[in-house]
């Protein structure tokens, strides 16, 4: 009998949480920061869930102390957050804004001398306007200086303290949604603009990774990729062509960039063919080799099953999202000639339809291990849900308890299967702004009492899920 047996989280394990600037900060236009794509783009009737906006968010800009208390008391190790552009260079070059400065390393130090340890994000979307205005932002090549020197500005400052670092959140989520879905800014929607766009970002990915382990040579630094493993519908061999090239087109097409410093050769050949492969000017393939990752950041929400899709078959567009919370509202979406996604009738969905599955989480870290052989961290992973306040101000949130459960449970068993995880990131800490779904998609262990309609008194209560979580830290994961 074949069996692996369990051994327990390695004792450095990271066990933290994560969130964003604008999803969390407010202070949008304080103290010197510039305005960034998304402070423009939400003022567009109708782009969000009842035109909410990260004006306010959850304060965390006047409030981190307290925040950071609430964390401390639950015994976090690690906080992932993500550091506003438009803080640090409110045009997105030039002069440095000293404000800014100060409040992420009064942040750091804050988590520090609580013992948590700081993971920085350096880009979560929040791209400075000035730069958009100026050269159309990812769609420029200029983009990638500009973005490096805003990554050797951080390094400077915050190097000699914070040790891990993501250089970009999803790329392959602020690239598709930005610039194919049309459903974030600049709202563009062309995939031959959209592969060059993504081109500038794989650059400025690997050349800012490269400055790191110039300037910040005891650090690890990767980029956060929103991974949805892949299933095939069946074992009819025309769902399993699909389900490959769905790897090969929403997964492998950015990783091997990150992981190989090229391009995966059967996604490059559909591109090629279909003449949506980026222009590469020559020395690109350099740049890309030389900014190889420390790791790898995964963002684990949910797995996407998939089957043949004809010549004339669906697209899907902006639609297809469910940004309201009324379950069964989203629909396909997939490339003619390729794939596209199904229903997978195994899995329990969210009210926002997205997938329920841990296991899936275990296949994402065994593939990544197998496929590019790095230690990963997990950036993010959480249950967005509607939580309910008693009349006694509790929040009784046992189906996040129990999805965080299994999700830990899944990485277990991932790391008995050979997978080198180095932490594990909730989504999220507080509740925050959801960039489409507004306030009412909760995924904190701290409510915030505020709604779309009204800000209230943005008061911080715990919910359920924080004792749980406390719980599972102080016992390193041995108590779920
Ligand atoms: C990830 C992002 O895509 O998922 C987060 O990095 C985001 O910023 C999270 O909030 C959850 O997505 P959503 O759409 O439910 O807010």
Redesign the pocket.
Known sequence: MFHVKRKPFPQDFLWGSAS?AY?VEGAWDLDGKGKSIWDEYVRIPGTTYKDTNGDVAVDHYHRYKEDVALMAEMGLKAYRFSIAWTRILPNGTGEVNQAGIQFYSDLIDELIAHNIEPLVTIY?WDLPQALQDKYAGWESRQIIDDFDNYCRVLYKHFGDRVKYWVSL??QN?FIGLGYLAAVHPPKVSDRKRMMQANHHANLANAKAIASFHEMVPNGLIGPSF?YGPAYPKSALPADIIAFENANEVESYWWLDVYCKGKYPRIAWNFMEENDLAPVVEPGDDAILAAGLPDFIGV?Y?QTATYEWNPIDGITGDASSQNTTGKKGTSKSTGIPGMYRTVKNEFLETTD?DWTIDPQGLRIALRRLTSRYDLPILIT?NGL?AFDDLTADEQIHDTYRIDYLAKHVDAVHDAIADGARVLGYCT?SFTDLL????GYQ?RYGFVYVNRDEESMKDLRRMKKDSFYWYKKVIATNGEDI
């Open positions: 964003a999803q979560h959140n999803e989520v929103a963002n929400y926002w993010e967005g989504w959801s960039w489409l779904n998609k």
